[in-house]
């Protein structure tokens, strides 16, 4: 078959992939996705969403390379095609906060007022997890944690820190992290540290960033952790 424009053609392909960026609701599965394969049913109960709806988005996202899909039984799980998708997430996110005056707004009205200081980076948290100096914290779901998570993390959701906080150490960093670097959790987490007199500060992104950037990892799977 004779290509009469093959730069149009690949345009045209380029703009589908980004028509299947544009959606709100797609860039939520997306970070979702992110942090491990997940079903319709699950990834509609995560986003509040009806099944029909996030079907849709899926296969809209599959005809675009996004995504990629295997049966598990009677189920049908869903991941990210691979880590250039996360890429063009951050892309994406990076372009908006340089350059949308509306997302300026967002930032400095909601995240900053929650958390102002300076997020530590990966390799910064790295060393001072190496040394034994931080307590980590991941405050996403037990069940995206089970997926994986940073080194000798502690699992602590939003929903548990009353229970889990005579466990910490007062005079100890926390540092908190969640889905990616926008993720509403971890600033949460931080502000109610702080409020309770613990120093505390948040990665500078979330688990899937760590995990692309080659860092280790570790899983829960049948009762054991695997690294």
Not at 156 to 164: G, Q, T
Request: glycine share 6%; charged share 25%.
């Amino acid at each position: 078959m004779s290509i009469r424009n093959p730069k149009q053609a690949l345009y045209d392909q380029f703009a589908t992939v980004a028509k299947a960026l544009g959606n709100p609701q797609r860039l939520e599965l997306i970070e979702h996705l992110a942090q491990g394969p997940r079903s319709v049913d699950a990834l509609a109960s995560k986003l509040s969403l009806p099944i029909a709806n996030v079907s849709q988005h899926l296969q809209a996202m599959r005809r675009a390379g996004l995504v990629a899909s295997e049966r598990d039984g009677k189920f049908i799980n869903y991941r990210l095609a691979d880590d250039s998708v996360l890429t063009a997430f951050a892309a994406i996110r990076a372009v908006a906060v340089r350059h949308s005056a509306e997302v300026e707004r967002v930032v400095n009205g909601w995240f900053n007022r929650k958390d102002d200081m300076e997020p530590v980076s990966r390799e910064e948290l790295a060393s001072r997890m190496k040394a034994d100096l931080v307590t980590v914290i991941d405050v996403r779901p037990g069940d995206e944690f089970a997926l994986g998570h940073l080194p000798g993390a502690i699992n602590l959701p939003m929903s548990e820190i009353d229970r889990w906080l005579p466990e910490l150490q007062s005079d100890r960093e926390i540092v908190a992290y969640c889905r990616g670097p926008w993720c509403v959790l971890s600033f949460e987490a931080v502000a109610e540290l702080r409020k309770r007199g613990f120093k505390a500060r948040r990665l500078e992104d979330g688990m899937p960033e760590w995990k692309a950037a080659g860092m280790t990892v570790e899983h829960v799977q049948a009762g054991r952790i695997d690294t």
